[in-house]
């Protein structure tokens, strides 16, 4: 039902044709046809063929099947099958990956209570909660999780902790009025219970108003269904690489098809001649090496306590603009604490941590042990010690329980209290007064109270300071009740509004003595006038310790963070003034939820440029933001840990869900989960993706460069006479695999450059071609075509017999050489020329290249097989000549272009 929160309980009740005795078993059964069982509905995967199909339809792929089949249709089976073999391997390995299904949807539905108690027939029953229909009676105690989205129709202290859902870490206490403002935040709504979200104090009842995808859970989960799988930075540049080769390749195919066609050859030997050159230009080697160095970062991310859900998010946290952050969980601790303490004349702000008693500033007044002993009984929480020496378990409403661990922290044991001081009567919070009292008999014996405190009946209340001022007529001073007076009060207002401008719940503490129990009933006035005024508390979900250098780490990388919370935005704009989120000092911008709703889609692209801080926000806003970032051109990781969250995950280019407070849902959506659910953790994972990103394009001006150089070989061995064809397909799909993919990978695990944290990210739509990359590629093709053919041209016309014979072999180990010359060229610079971290891999893999390289020319069956002779001393020492030639050419060049 629309606008339920603006209702009445008799209106709400006759609109949904129900009554507080509930439904008749007859009306459920039929509502249930109509409406439908009370789940999440799952979304239709791919099937599995098409998913397999996929794989092969990449142009590089496309490429080498058409290559394979020319291979076969010229009678060179070994060739052939060898190409096919790698495209199989390729097309599995992908099948493999993309296979792991979605289970954000199970996640989603697990959320749901598997029974519930409503009333049926006018009786209490337990049902199934997927066979909950609307206007059902739903009852409500400490607990339960809500099992659909309910109008609350009474509620007796009752408090649900909405964080998953609304990111608010309070407890919201639930009422049965209606609201006058129809465009409330979630979070506002507080006489309606959201699916999904737990009850953790008090005991209600609620009429079902939607169920199943009609919820909001529901709407989320039907959010996360519609948004696409987006293409991350990564696979977009490589498809277009893959293009721009297709038609490289093809065009010069052609073109050497043409040429040797009209020099006279045959078409079978034209044909072959256009295969290996088509061969050349495909880097064989890119897609394994890209998804080795990718799954191997995502190893050491793990190591720095980051999972990894897909492989192409491990490169895309290196390109990331924006970071969008939830608030609570993810830069806070999701705990609250009291952090200030304020009496008459003396205030305390203590230090964050709930376990440590450490007194910041100012000293230990009389007054706190009667402020901190009202706050510990006028209290529903519990701590339960499970062993000394270590923290309490905490069970209750979080304010609550954080009032208990301050008493704990002065050295008053509050599980204790129930027995020495025993509740004999109270008057739950409701919204209406703003405060909550209990009666609790005190005898001397059993427990030593202050000195202001003593009588047989003692109340103790909490509220509002706005809502106890008014009622107290005296105040402690120094241990003693005085008269309170205009000037107190206002002492205590300007204490109260400093504390909220700082982003703290206040709360007021005071009480009153009785001779004997005093006859209330249900009048909560009568105890709580003529109140003596303890002091104030202030709380706050403290942000966590490392979380303020991150974000300076991540501003000095050029990337900027915005906190989404639904929580108030005063408490936002404290945590993010105290977080340093807005950069180079500035006051941190903050815009609401409602201010949001009035932009439109053009006005928020605008505003976003400049926002930092979003409070009081709805799960639609957030992706509207990320959407709004996007399309500004910005590469957005979304952080979260709640229900919430999960369409922003899902949508952002790299969503990072919490691994210990998340929800199912939220990691589920993500690509990378923080196993720490520490916000630094990110600033590593972005440090490891620029990393991988720079070992990427390191490969591609490796792996792109060598393979112009065979293109250029193939292109002009002719008019040098070494034959139409100076490299067999077989040849070049060795060198493109062997150097590419094993030298390749080596050079993936490449350590960081000295300033990778210290540069802006990289501009989202630069292409991975960049110029420098260009120019390496052209130069390093030219050097290798050149140096590789003078050599193969000299062994032509050198009169020595059995040399000429051997001129393929040398071109073929002088590319091999030139270009494990060229990946150690490449290597990761440090301060030091010629000095490097240590890459024992690249070494391994060196060593091995070497051993295989050498095998096929001297090994005597595999040399028949590649149509190689074994060379001399001479041949061999001036191929590796060449590969340390190409080693300083390259450090040079790269030394001179960090220079610039």
Known sequence: MSLSHTKSVKDILYGLHTSTLGLSTAEAAERLQRHGPNELQESISRPAWKMLLAQFIEPMILILIAAAVLSFSLGNVTEGSAILSIV???????????????????????????????????????????DLVPGDMV?????????????????????????????????????????????????????????????????????????????????????????????????KKLSRVGRDLSLAGLASAMAILSISLVGGHGFGESLLTAASLLVAVVPEGLPAVITATLALGGRRMLKRNALIRTLPAVETLGAVTVICSDKTGTLTENRMTVTQLCTLHHEMVLEPNPDKMVILQGDEPPETDPLLLTAALCNDGHLVFTRPGMPPHAIGDPTETALLQAAERFNLATMQLAGELPRVGEFPFDSARKRMSTLHRADPTDYPLPDAMKAPILAAVKGSPDSLLPRATHVLDEGRVVPITDGVRLYFQAVNERMAKEGLRVLGFAFRTFGTMPFCGADASVVEQQLVFCGLTGLIDPPRQAVRSSIACSHEAGIRTIMITGDHPLTAMAIARELGLASSGEEPTVMTGMELAALTDRELRHACKQVSVYARVSPEDKLRIVKALQENGQVVAMTGDGINDSPALKRAEIGVAMGITGTDVAKESAKMILLDDNFATIVSAIEEGRIIYDNLVRFIKYSFGGNLGKVLVMLFAPLFGLGAIALRPLHLLWLNLL??????????????????????????????????????????????????????????????????????????????????????GLRALTTRPFRFERNPALMGLTLVTLALQLSVIYIKPLAQAFHLQPLGWQGLLATAALGGVTFVVVHLERRRHCKK
Not at 111 to 116: A, E, G, N, Q
Request: aromatic share 6%; proline share 4%; with cysteine.
């Open 739 to 824: 150097t590419d993919g094993l030298m390749g990978l080596g050079l993936g695990l490449e350590a960081a450059e000295t300033d990778v944290m210290k540069r802006p990210p990289r501009q989202p739509e630069a292409n991975i071609l960049s110029r420098p990359t260009i120019w390496h590629v052209g130069w390093m093709g030219v050097f290798i075509c050149v140096t590789s053919l003078a050599l193969a041209v000299a062994w032509f016309h050198l009169p020595c017999v059995g040399m000429k014979a051997k001129w393929q072999t040398i071109l073929f180990s002088a590319i091999g050489f030139a270009q494990i010359g060229q990946a150690w």
């Open 139 to 235: 009852v409500l105690e400490a607990g339960n999780v809500v099992p659909a989205d309910l109008r609350v129709i009474e509620s007796v202290n009752l408090g649900i902790l909405e964080a998953a859902l609304t990111g608010e870490s309070e407890t919201v206490l639930k009422q049965t009025e209606p609201l006058e403002e129809k465009n409330l935040a979630l979070g506002d709504r507080t006489n309606l219970a959201w699916m999904g979200t737990v009850v953790v104090n008090g005991r209600g009842t609620g009429v079902v108003i939607q169920t199943g995808m009609k919820t909001e859970l529901g709407k989320i989960a039907g959010v996360i269904q519609n948004i696409p799988e987006g293409r991350t930075p990564l696979q």
């Open 88 to 130: 199989g391997m390729f097309g599995i390995l992908g099948f493999i990956q993309e296979y792991r299904a979605e289970k954000a949807m199970a996640a989603l539905k697990q959320l749901s209570s598997p029974t519930v108690r409503v009333k049926r027939d006018g009786e209490l029953r337990e049902i199934s909660a997927h």
